[in-house]
């Protein structure tokens, strides 16, 4: 490949119909989602990417039956304390204020070097495009604007990956993703295998990438 993204989002989804497809609890398939996290984050550490951002749950998916919500956050705290024990830049990135955010998670929402540092890691837990952009919505444009988002400390996004099937952003960072190029994979995210990310960067560099120049 000729280029790679610098900044890698992925939407992890198919959890819930993962468990189903294997008879088990739906909250159950957001423990099977914390290996191929793992496994991601060290090929794309091998392959230099330096940012990488995971959805964990949004601020609209504490509606969903309690016992999953319990499972999703234990997940995201579980996939945190992972991370913090790589070299990594961690950032936890949500509604902190929310009784859903994980206080377990509270350490990591300014962006904390971990080991020998290195690639920026985010993860949105909790999070919200609405709450992300509230404190900007009186200003009109420019860098003012960029500066007061609460994600402002992650950088635009090149390349969205989803898994599941789906079609839709789901309020994934909508000012990073502006120009995102969005590649789908149909296979559940707890069926992760590296080639389908390596499908992913094969595709992306064969895209005309010209940021609306």
Known sequence: MNRLPSHIGVIPDGNRRWAMDHH???????????????????ICQVL????????????????????????????????????????AELLVMGNSASLYFPRELLPYTKRTIIGNGGMRVNLL??????????????????????ELIHSSDISRVDLIIRWGGRKRLSGFLPVQSVYSDFYIIDAYWPDFKPEHFYKALEWYDGQNITLGR
């Open 48 to 87: 230099g990417i330096k940012e990488l951002t995971f959805y964990g749950f949004t601020e609209d998916n504490i509606n969903r039956p309690e016992e999953q919500i319990k499972a999703f956050r234990q997940g995201c705290v579980d996939l945190a304390q992972i991370f913090s024990e790589e070299d």
């Open 24 to 42: 088990l609890p739906k909250q159950d398939g957001y423990q099977a989602g914390i290996r191929p996290s793992l496994e991601l984050f060290k």
């Open 125 to 146: 837990v909790n999070y919200g495009w609405l709450w992300d952009l509230s404190k900007a919505m009186n200003v009109s444009e420019g860098s003012d604007f960029l």
